[in-house]
Nanobody, 124 residues
Framework: EVQLVESGGGLVQAGGSLRLSCAASGFTFDDYAIGWFRQAPGKEREGVSCISSSDGSTYYADSVKGRFTISSDNAKNTVYLQMNSLKPEDTAVYYC?????????????????WGQGTQVTVSS
């Protein structure tokens, strides 16, 4: 059974940091791309970042470039999203997702499996 479990969300003041984790199981981690998405109330789901587990190549949305860093620990089947210099507009539920085709994309329709999400709230 494929499972993606996010953790690390919480409440932080503007300018602070959080590290999200996405623990994956039930599939061959090295063959997949893992993406982070977020959805704020009343807004569409937004692709934030992704990483190819095979070659480590990454992508970042312009809104988080320079502030967020995605990384992968293949030995632990875990992907991290280090979020620095957080802003109130980063407040959202953050989801990780797995793409069996290994594509480096933040198009949500490309992803096969999704976690349940973790809430990130940034206060001003």
């Amino acid at each position: 059974e494929v499972q993606l479990v996010e953790s690390g969300g919480g409440l932080v003041q503007a300018g602070g940091s959080l590290r999200l984790s996405c623990a994956a199981s039930g599939f061959t981690f090295d063959d997949y791309a893992i993406g982070w998405f977020r959805q704020a109330p009343g807004k569409e789901r937004e692709g934030v970042s992704c990483i190819s587990s095979s070659d480590g190549s990454t992508y970042y949305a312009d809104s988080v470039k320079g502030r967020f860093t995605i990384s992968s620990d293949n030995a632990k089947n875990t992907v991290y999203l280090q979020m620095n210099s957080l802003k109130p507009e980063d407040t959202a539920v953050y989801y990780c997702a797995a793409d069996s085709k290994g594509q480096r994309t933040v198009v949500a329709a490309a992803y096969d499996y999704w976690g349940q999400g973790t809430q990130v709230t940034v206060s001003s």
